[in-house]
């Protein structure tokens, strides 16, 4: 199950001993050292203890690093000669925090014991680890680079990490099981004529947090001029640009037809890595004289710290839905600031070769995809949509997505949810017909059709209903009483090709109209001037002939 706790041994006691023991700390600080070293020995000896001394250890290292590097809280480094003390106290804090979140997630999970109380536990040690070993790296990669045992003692807790988020228990998506959805998301695509063709950018056996990752970079750059050439389609990336456990950001790659590199980039939070990212690239493109043109925009959609990946795969599916072309012709903003945990929020000179956009030029879905509903909120107002309009809207969404503000779940969460159902063989599990009639607010079976297939709802609800017509050998072409208009028809007007693909597939009727609606849905394809309808190869080879 990747949930045992992390090994270590007494070799790692003697490091810290041996780190700590030429500093004169007052009497207080020595004993807690000594408290913790006992504690540390005592899990060697016993590494199936009582999880509660990992969570004791782990708030011991936590308090002590407090106390003596204070200068931590400025992000500024201690004094070079307590570098290596401070940097093995942080891995170390880190591996605890990792380990202290295992074993109360399999209490939680196994034993069922106090749910409540270890999911706030666990939530918390994953804080705290991914915040020790990211302001490590920040802080002292040059001392342990230089320091073998440093070396090592991360590479452990990196390999821990990873078989960690691994786990079959746990809905974390990694880099591993991202490239199992890309591929299921590129065959899904194809069969219903959808453009959209993803990759991950990723190189699973290097461990960063703040240098990006050289064999990635060489990988990503050699995969534009692929594209560059005509030899690869527009591609959507996620890209893992520091490696298999740093950062990620969503790309979007096409060429024009003069030849010019075309590059879309998104940065889900406010990270200064997309900045320093899309530095070394335009500085790379421009010394191989390669044509391109960048957009870049900084979605501040994040909130927490470990989604980054998950956000950069939802955002390759807005950007497949739109284009370089689009995207140019809309408003322009400036260079924004950047933030990140270490460093204040900061104006950096202006990029070259790269203009920006906002969040709200990529559409609602961009938008949902908030963890914040203020600024959610706020950019729907961006939009122009009504005061009135948005409270409507943003309850929709939730009721559509099993969002909340009280327990603070997100549209991200529901999206992990559902890429975890996926990945289990079962994307349509627990959606029963009642749920889809309360979340299309529909009276009947043929009111929530109709809803659905105009975009009212999650394109899942609208399979799964389909599923249930069919076993049920319920009509799909019922019209509503007013207009006339069934779901085929709605899923042209309001131009959803993959909706109209899916009833297609379950055998809806595109040739039927009626004394409200003399035209057919076939006549309203033919006369659509939508390009992502009349481009779509099942919709142009099912209603075209």
Known sequence: MNLGPIPLTLEDLAQLKSTRTPFNFPEQITEKFTQTEEMLLAYISNPQCNPQLLLNIARNLHELINT????HSQHKAVEPAQQVLAANMMILAATFALSTARAFMLISII????????????????????G?????????????????YLKALRRRYFDAWIAHINSPLLENMSARRLALLME?????????????????????????????????????????ALIQQRKQPRT?????IHGTAGHVLAFDVSVSETGTLQIICV??????????????????????????????????????????????YALCGVLSKTSFEALSKDAKVEQPSFGSRFTEVQQLPPLPFVQWFHVTKLGYKAILMSQSFTSMQANLQLMGVKEHDISTKVTQWKLWYDMDDASRKTYIDHRVKMMGLKLQGQP???VLLDEILRKTKAKDV????????????????????????????????????TKGLSAAHLSIIHQEPKRACLLLKYGASFDKANDKEPRTARDLYLASTSAILRNNPVLKQKLKG
């Open 267 to 312: 940065e889900s939070a406010q990270e200064a890595k997309q900045y320093h990212y899309l530095k070394k690239l335009v500085g790379f493109l421009s010394a191989k004289n390669i044509p391109f043109a960048v957009l870049a925009c900084q979605a501040e959609l994040q909130r927490d710290l470990s989604t980054c990946a998950v956000f950069a």
């Open 132 to 148: 020790f070993i990211e302001q490590a790296e920040f802080l002292y990669t040059p001392v342990i680079e230089a320091t073998p």
């Open 446 to 481: 043929f009111q929530a059709l109709r809803r659905l297939s105009a975009g009212f709802g999650p394109k899942r609800l609208l399979e799964a209903l389909l599923i249930v017509c069919h076993k049920g050998k319920i009509t799909l072409d019922l019209p509503d009483e």
């Open 111 to 130: 034993a069922k014991k106090n749910a409540e109380v270890s999911r706030s536990v666990v939530s918390d040690m994953h804080g705290l680890c991914y």
């Open 184 to 224: 299921a998301k590129n065959n899904t695509n194809a069969e219903f004529g959808i453009s959209f063709h993803g990759e991950l950018i990723v190189n699973s056996n290097s461990y960063h947090l703040v240098n990006f990752d050289e064999g990635a970079f060489t990988q990503f750059v050699q995969k534009c």
């Open 428 to 430: 349509l599990a627990n």
């Open 68 to 71: 003596l590097f204070p200068q």
């Open 236 to 240: 959507q990336f996620v890209n893992y």
